[in-house]
Nanobody
Framework: QVQLVESGGGLVQAGDSLRLSCTAS????????MGWFRQAPGKERESVAQ????????YYADSVRGRFTISRDNAKNTVDLQMNNLKPDDTAVYYC?????????????????WGKGTLVNVSS
């Protein structure tokens, strides 16, 4: 059974930092892109950051570029999201995702593996 398990969420104040981690089990994603998405209350899920299989190509949403950094360790089957200078607008459930679908566009529009999410709550 393939699982993506997120950790590292919590309640922080504006300006603080958090590091989210995602560990995959059941299969390796070392040759596939992975990413982090988020969904805030009353809003649609959005792509926050994505990273290609070797880590050389990344994507960041405009709202987080310069504050968030995505990284991966293929040996450990993990992908992390370092979030600095958090803002109340970053409050959301953050999901780890991976795509083994054959897609040409970047960032990927469809992910076929998802974690259950971890809540990040940023107070002002």
């Amino acid at each position: 059974q393939v699982q993506l398990v997120e950790s590292g969420g919590g309640l922080v104040q504006a300006g603080d930092s958090l590091r989210l981690s995602c560990t995959a089990s059941g299969r390796t994603f070392s040759r596939w892109p992975m990413g982090w998405f988020r969904q805030a209350p009353g809003k649609e899920r959005e792509s926050v950051a994505q990273i290609n299989w070797n880590g050389l190509t990344t994507y960041y949403a405009d709202s987080v570029r310069g504050r968030f950094t995505i990284s991966r360790d293929n040996a450990k089957n993990t992908v992390d999201l370092q979030m600095n200078n958090l803002k109340p607008d970053d409050t959301a459930v953050y999901y780890c995702a991976a795509s083994t679908l054959l897609q040409s566009q970047w960032p990927r529009s469809t992910m076929n593996y998802w974690g259950k999410g971890t809540l990040v709550n940023v107070s002002s």
